[in-house]
């Protein structure tokens, strides 16, 4: 496959952008060889600046539910352009989003706009923090919630994969008040309450998480972790960014049956668009600046090209939800391929799998949090990695990542997967 333009693209990118990317994990430093630069996308494929297609399994990590560059979501940007980019000043626009979100997913009373999932995760944390008057909060090891300073204690996704142990620039003042323990693990949760009585002011998770490849909370750990924070007055955060509108129409919220008190949302809801939300009870939104003295701000929160974009994605999924059914069996079905070709590939391997997320980690074992995610042959998944793409499917660059499916991939798409996974199992060794 000839990559010489993105070869070329790279070496000029890192002359002037630091690892010549904006976000870390997408420099392909972990997988190694060179970060593909992309030209366009269109429904399942991308297109790399060599004009190479790619079977996407990434859907700019999360938001292109429906496959990139959908037809009413591209038209109804190109005509809310004309009326101006950015206006600084409410529109009704965004009253008509905020009912929208509040319509499909449970126990939102109130809605605030923000420009991303970093933002929402930040504002939300601000927001418990200020209703409860506490300071510390639990976050899971291998979830990730942005990278504000807070949460960048034993995260996941990029901070996982370049194996950052400790981010330099966050103060130990800062991260003194971030508790964490093992995703699925309640008893630890409790253990942590009852050393940290009165202190907790939240507790914030991935409720599935999609940062440390795709891991599923064990049947009760949701239910438990409610418990305990209705018990202690903590206010329970659910960072839907990636499972929000994704899972469910309402999101993880509606697919398993569990209501947070806030829940943060990001790209999804702008259909790609920089945009993010934080939601929730309004006895907690309304401590939220001007009602309250919580202050959050921001000149493009609720962007109208951002806010059209997400709000004609949002209305094509409420009002056709077999498009989530649709999903899911696509998924279900690359599934079971996978699972054919890997058992017969003799590989020891685990997939997890909810909806339209899956990975694949290469372990003998369980994978239900972040240190079985690590005990992983994560070098053998660099490989695959490789072999797939060079087979044109574009799978994250880091086995701490999901997968994400959108609806506008073929059952053809799913077979040269599938296939493709075959050739590449075979070819990439012990
Ligand atoms: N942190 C994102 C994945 N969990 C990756 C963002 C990007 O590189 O676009």
Redesign the pocket.
Known sequence: MDISKSQSLFDRACRSIPGGVN????AFKSVGGTPLFMKRAEGAYLYDADGNKYIDYIAS?GPMILGHAYPSVIEAIREKAYGSTSFGAPTELEIEMAELIRSMAPGIDMVRMVSSGTEACMSALRLARGYTGRNKFIKFEGC?HGHADAFLVKAG??VATFDIQTVPGVTGGVSNDTLTCAYNDLNAVEALLTAHKGEIAAIIIEPVA??MGCILPKPGFLEGLRKLCTQEGIVLIFDEVMTGFRLAAGGAQERLKINADLVTYGKVIGAGMPVGAFGGRKEIMQHIAPLGNVYQAGTLSGNPIAMIAGYTLLTELKNNPGRFDSLEKKTVYLRDGLQQVLRESGHAYVINQLGSMISVHFSGKPVTNFAQAAAADNKKFNRFFHAMLNRGIYLPPSAF?SWFLNDALSYADLDATILAAKESLSEIGE
């Open positions: 976000s870390p994990v997408r990590w990730y996704s990029g999609g940062n990542e």
